[in-house]
Structure formats: C-alpha cells, structure tokens
C-alpha cells in the first residue's frame, strides 16, 4: 500500500492545517506532526538555544479500522497523488 503497510488493521486519516495534505498513518493521536510541512524538533538543544516548539498541525478525521477499509482508502487517498497512476501498484 501507499501509506500504510499491508495487511494494518486500523490507522487515523489525517488532514493538515497548513498544507492541506490528507495522508493515513499508524499513530493515531488527536494532532500529529505533518509528514509533509512539519518537521520533527532537534531536542539536543545547546546552554543559549531555546527549547524548539513541535507545530502538530494534521488533525485526525477519522480513525479507519478494519484491513478492507484502511486498503480501500489507502487505494483512494494514493490516486488522488498519483493522479491516478497505477503503475505503483
């Protein structure tokens, strides 16, 4: 699959803030930080620096539970970047 590994039996579907980007991942959390625009923060911060806030801008739509239903928006979600594409299937 696309997003996610075959064969997951639930996942969240997430739309980001920011950039508009819809993606499925395994985390499934409120906000988490977006694959696209967010970037995880460097923690090792030195004596001057200060401590960098994490921006968790893709907000959970929905939790997909069941393998038909996580590849069957998995499918649906990779078209629509693919521009129907498919050849990485």
Known sequence: MYYVPDGT?????YECKECGNRF???RI???IVC????EQPDMEIGPDEEMPKINESAKLVQMI??????????????LAVTGGD???I
């Open 29 to 31: 959390a409120p906000t």
């Open 24 to 26: 499925l991942d395994l």
């Open 86 to 88: 498919y050849s990485w």
């Open 9 to 13: 039996d639930q996942c969240g579907y």
């Open 65 to 78: 539970r069941g393998a038909e239903e996580v590849e069957k928006m998995d499918t649906l979600l990779s």
């Open 35 to 38: 694959p696209y625009c967010g």
